[in-house]
Every structure is written in structure tokens, then in C-alpha cells.
């Protein structure tokens, strides 16, 4: 054999064995996986602490030390998502603890019973969204019952009610009744606007708003966009009265009184088909009730 190609014979078997490798098939290669998972069992014990003093002389890896440092970390973490989740259940509680205590203070003629409930459910009735409510007559809700959020904004009435559960129909439902309502020009002065609002099934309420004039100037009294928007309505329970609407969201000229102006009122809690949880006020009727 010529010295060259002796040289070149390791190289050449090589090859030829990878060709042949190749060509063979696949089922006739398992005991080489056999095998090297043997190896494998054999070599891990020892490849282990090798693996990690190559780290540790390289100073990058992760280690033992980093291990406890990561568990460590993820402890902290979720102590404060734990915090900040605590803290914002107190700040739900303290807003509804301010709501029910400046609501009863509006509606001291006339006693409430009041019950927070959780949604479980939603629902359509005459195409129109419910909310299915954990609260029934067994809990004392009524046909005069009706629903608020935070805010004291109102949510909708009880339209049907059995022992353990009850319907709520949100204002902004579409198919919703029409609302009287009155547009607060300044605060603390339940004089406003007055107004009629139904729902337009994008989540608002609109309607016209009266013509009202300033006897002294005979200048036109106009709601502006962000003012406050208060249920006036007969057909709802007393206490309801005054309770929030939503603001105002724009102002435009009446298609067919171009002097009076028509209002979209947003409710001032987003969403009130999708409430997890809702306030029931329940009226007591007769003599001696207490709120």
C-alpha cells in the first residue's frame, strides 16, 4: 500500500462506515441506543459533580447556591402578589363600606336591607343580557329589589327572583325600559336637567335632554360632558332615587328640536353585564322596618 494512502486509510473507513450506517436501517440500530444508554446510567453519577465544578470554575451555570437563590426569589414573589392582592381586597371593602354608609344616609326615610352577592352566571332573556345573582326571597330579595356598584352607580332591577337566586337586568341591556333621570348642572343641587334615557345595547344610555332657560339672561341651560347623571325616576323604589346613572359622554343638537340638546351617558362602572358581584337594595315596606 503506498505510504500516501496508508496515511489517508483512517479517514477512508470512516467515511465508508457512515455510508454504511446510513444505508442500514433504523431497526437495526437500537442496540447502539441500548448501549449508550447504559453508558449514559454509568457516566451520570460521575458527569454530574464534574458538570458543576466546570461551572463554578467558569462562574456561570447555575449552582446549589443559585438553586436556593431562585426558590428564595419566587418566595418573595409571591409573598407580594399575596400583599398586593390582600390590599386591594381591602380597598373593595372600604369602598363598599363608603358607598353603603353615604347610601343610607340619602335614603334615611326609607329603610333598606342590603346584601352583597356574587354573580354566578350570565344570561339573555328577550335578547337581552342578565346577570344570574347568588341571592333569592330566602335572603329576603324582592320584586323591589334592585342592584348597584360601586360608586352607588346602579346596576339594573330584580326582574325575577326564586329561593336562592335572582335575575338582574342591567340599564344598558338592550331592550332595557326607559329611564327619567336628571343631569346635575351644580354640585349638591338635585335641580338639574331633566332627562330620559334608554339603553342603545353599546353599553350607554341616550335621550333628549330638557330646554331650560336662565331667567335672569334667558341663556340656554346646557349639560356639559362629565357631568353627573341621577336616577329620577317614579316607577323605581325611593331608595333608588338619586343614585348614579353614569356621566356625561357627549352632547349633541336633537335631530328634530335642533334648540335641545341629546346626551350619551356612560355608566360610571364599566361593564355592568359582566359584574362578578353586586349590592342588592331591597326596600322594607311597613311599619318598624330597619335597614
Known sequence: MPPALFQRAPSITVVVLCALALAVP????????????????????????????????????????DEAQLAYEEKIGFLEAELLRQRQENARLTQVIR???????????????????????YGTEARSPVLRVQAGSAQGVSPQSFAIAPGLQIVGRVVASADRTCTVK?????????LAGVVIIAQGNPDGLRCTLSPTGEGTLRGPVEDRRDPTTSAAIEPAVGQTVRLDDPTWPKAARMLVLG????????????LRKVITVRPAVSGLDRLSEVVLWTPVLGEGGRP
Open 26 to 65: 433504523a431497526r437495526f440500530h437500537r442496540w447502539a441506543d441500548w448501549l449508550q444508554d447504559k453508558v449514559s446510567i454509568l457516566a451520570a453519577p460521575i458527569s454530574q459533580p464534574l458538570v458543576l465544578a466546570g461551572a463554578w470554575l467558569r462562574g456561570s451555570g447555575t449552582s446549589m447556591t
Open 99 to 121: 358607598d353603603l354608609q353615604s347610601g343610607l344616609e340619602m335614603v334615611r326615610d326609607q329603610p333598606v336591607r342590603v346584601l352583597q352577592a356574587g354573580v354566578f352566571g
Open 170 to 178: 342591567p340599564i344598558t341591556a338592550r331592550g332595557a325600559e326607559a
Open 247 to 258: 356621566r356625561v359622554e357627549r352632547v349633541e343638537p336633537s335631530p328634530d328640536q335642533p
